[in-house]
C-alpha cells in the first residue's frame, strides 16, 4: 500500500483510514471479531486508525486499545473529543475544563499515553475557538497529544481557526474531517480548497454515503436504517432527494460495472483520487466488509469514469442536503435566506 503526507505535518498514512464506529455495542459486540478485523486491516498495511469517545460510549476505545497491543508505535491513532459523554452539562463540547477531563478518558481507554491526532468532533456556534485551541495547545505542550485537527468544519470555519492559531501563537489544526462520497460532494465547493490552501491534511467520513453506495441499495431495494446513530431524514424514502439518489446509485453501479470494478472500490476510489484528500476513513463492522473495501487503495479512476460521474453528480453537490453534516447549519438553505 502507497502511504501520503499527512498534509505537513511530515507524518506518513496509508490512503484508507481504518474508522472504528462500528465496533462495540453500536456495531459488533464481539470484541474478538472486532480485534480480529482490526488487525487484518493493520496486517493489510492500513496504518491510521480513527476513533471517538463517544462511539458506544468509550467502548469502541477499550476495543482499540485492546487490538493495539503491542502495535501502537507501528500506528497513527487518532480519536475525537465534543459529542456528550453523560448527562451534565460539561460532559461535552470544546471547553477547557471538558478537553481535560476527556482527553485523560481516552488515553485511559485506548491503553497509551499519547494521542498521534486529536480532534474536535463538530464546531461550536456558542464558544470562542480560541478556548478550545488553547487547552489543545496546552495538551501539544504537555506531550499528550502530537497534532490536532477539526471535523465537520466549514471553510469559513477552518479560517477562523488558523487565523486565531497564528494570531495567538497557537497550535493549529493539521487536520480536517469532513463527510465526502459520490453523493456528498459539498466539500469540493469550499472546504476542500481551504485545506488544500493552508496545507492541512483531509480524512474524509462516509464514502460509501452511509450504505447509500454498499451495492445493496437500489430502486428495487430501498435502505432501511440499521443504526441508532443514521439521522432518519437521510433514509426518509419519501423524499424527492432520496429517490434522486436511489436513481443516481443505479447508474453509477452500471459504470462500476463496466469499469470492471465492484461499487463499493468504485466509491472509495473515487474519494481517495481526489488530491485534496489524504485518506478516507472506512469503517467496516465485519471482515467481509472490510475484505470488499481494501482493493479499492489501488484503484486508479480513468478520466473517463471520472467525467462519467460528474454528469450523474456534478462537483460541489449534494443530492440531498440532509446529508450534510458540516458546518453546524450555516450552509443550510433556510439559513442563507435569512
Known sequence: ????????????????????????????????????????????????????????????????????????????????????????PNQGGGSRKWIMQAVEGSLRRLGTDYLDLYQVHRPSAVMDVDETLGALTDLVRQGKVRYIGSSSYSGSQIVEAQVAARDRNLARFVTEQPPYSLLVRGIEQDVLPTTLRYGMGTLTYSPLAGGWLSGKWRTDAAPVPTSAARPSARFDMTSVANQRKLEVVDALARVADEAGLTLIQLAIAFVINHPGVTSAIIGPRTMEQLVSQLPAADVTLSTEVLDRIDELVAPGVTLNPDDNSYGATELLPAERRR
Open 1 to 88: 500500500m502507497d502511504y501520503r503526507l499527512l498534509g505537513r505535518t511530515g507524518v506518513e498514512v496509508s490512503p484508507l483510514c481504518l474508522g472504528t464506529m462500528m465496533f462495540g455495542p453500536w456495531g459488533n459486540q464481539d470484541v474478538d471479531d472486532s480485534i480480529r478485523v482490526i488487525h487484518h486491516a493493520l496486517d493489510a498495511g492500513i496504518n491510521f486508525v480513527d476513533t471517538a469517545d463517544v462511539y458506544s460510549g468509550g467502548e469502541s476505545e477499550e476495543i482499540v486499545g485492546k487490538a493495539l497491543t503491542g502495535r501502537r508505535d507501528d500506528v497513527v491513532l487518532a480519536t475525537k473529543f465534543f459529542m456528550p459523554m453523560g448527562k451534565g
